[in-house]
């Protein structure tokens, strides 16, 4: 167990539809990242949050959007889902967001199925 | 450099053999890098780190090369294990006033038995 969790492990949805992933970062982990893995593929990074504040935008579509919460987990938010969306969703939580280490703690994953 | 969508390279070692695995970087400025290991059906974990003040790092049955003149940086695999079957991510870290983390393309190791 990394101490990061991420919430749901699968999904299946139909096109068109909008799904919520759920992160809670490694206790006393400030920093939020999320990352798309498609199928073999490497990852994709698509945004970052640290305490709250979105800090780095990566490759993330319009139908995309994330938050950091007061208590720090965060939410992805995947709207009007079409088939290639179908991938695997990391989380990943570190300690540090403006200087110094910066190891990446990556959850489980969420696997997504649109059909 | 970070990754652009294509299809995993793939590295295929003997049971015992040492395994190199390379990654190319672009921006000059990068001053940390890491190497993850991903599992099937797995988040990638931390495996070895290395700052840009030096060129080699070990751990337990792997190092890290740095060369900064070229900007590459290679995983060696000692004695290759059955386990250590997993695709292999760089990453690359700039400091500055947020660091923003950018994963290479990935490395599948076939380890063959």
């Known amino acids: 167990d990394s101490g990061v969790t991420q919430t749901p492990k699968h999904l299946i949805t139909a096109t068109g539809q909008r799904v919520t992933l759920r992160c809670s970062p490694r206790s006393g982990d400030l920093s939020v990242y999320w990352y798309q893995q498609s199928l073999d593929q490497g990852l994709q990074f698509l945004i970052q949050y640290y305490n709250g504040e979105e800090r780095a935008k990566g490759n993330i579509l319009e139908r995309f959007s994330a938050q950091q919460f007061p208590d720090l987990h965060s939410e992805l938010n995947l709207s009007s889902l079409e088939l290639g969306d179908s991938a695997l969703y990391f989380c990943?939580?570190?300690?540090?967001?403006?200087?110094?280490?910066?190891?990446?703690?990556f959850g489980a994953g969420s696997r997504l199925t649109v059909l | 450099g970070e990754s652009v969508g294509l299809h995993l390279p793939t590295l295929s070692v003997q049971e015992g053999d040492n395994s190199i695995i390379n990654c190319a970087y672009s921006n000059s400025a990068s001053d940390y890098f890491i190497w993850y290991k991903q599992e099937s059906g797995k988040g990638p974990q931390f495996i070895i780190d290395?700052?840009?003040?030096?060129d080699k790092r070990q751990g337990q049955r792997v190092t890290v090369l740095l060369n900064k003149t070229v900007k590459h940086l290679s995983l060696q695999i000692a004695a290759t294990q059955p386990g250590d079957s997993a695709v292999y991510f760089c990453?690359?870290?700039?400091?500055?006033?947020?660091?923003?983390?950018?994963f290479g393309i990935g490395t599948k190791l076939q380890v063959i038995p």
């Open positions: 290395i700052r840009s003040n030096m």
């Open positions: 990943a939580s570190s300690a540090f967001g403006l200087s110094g280490a910066n190891v990446l703690t």
């Open positions: 990453a690359v870290m700039n400091s500055g006033g947020y660091q923003k983390v950018t």
